[in-house]
Nanobody, 124 residues
Framework: QVQFLESGGGLVQVGGSLRLSCAAS????????MGWFREAPGKEREFVAA????????YYLDSVKGRFTISRDNAKNTVYLQMNSLKPEDTAVYYC?????????????????WGHGTQVTVSS
């Protein structure tokens, strides 16, 4: 069973940056697409970004395009989310997730392994 350790969350001012990390153990992630999701208070969990097993394909929520960058290092079994120009509406608990990548497109991934989340708070 794969387990995730998310880190890098915290409190940052508007316009600031954070880099989230999600380190996996128990299973190699090289066959998995990886995603980041977030859940704000009173709102449903939403997709933020995804990356294919190879790292060649990425996909983003429209509101984070140009500000967030997802990347991965399969040798370290780790996926990252670089978040720049943060806004108050980015405040949420951020979760990483994994799903087998059948190379049918990142919107077709079924995520069945989830981390426990890391809090990101953007103050205005």
């Amino acid at each position: 069973q794969v387990q995730f350790l998310e880190s890098g969350g915290g409190l940052v001012q508007v316009g600031g940056s954070l880099r989230l990390s999600c380190a996996a153990s128990g299973r190699t992630l090289s066959s998995y697409a990886m995603g980041w999701f977030r859940e704000a208070p009173g709102k449903e969990r939403e997709f933020v970004a995804a990356i294919s097993w190879s790292g060649r394909s990425t996909y983003y929520l429209d509101s984070v395009k140009g500000r967030f960058t997802i990347s991965r290092d399969n040798a370290k079994n780790t996926v990252y989310l670089q978040m720049n120009s943060l806004k108050p509406e980015d405040t949420a608990v951020y979760y990483c997730a994994a799903g087998l990548d059948y190379e049918l497109g990142l919107t077709a991934v079924l995520y069945d392994h989830w981390g426990h989340g890391t809090q990101v708070t953007v103050s205005s």
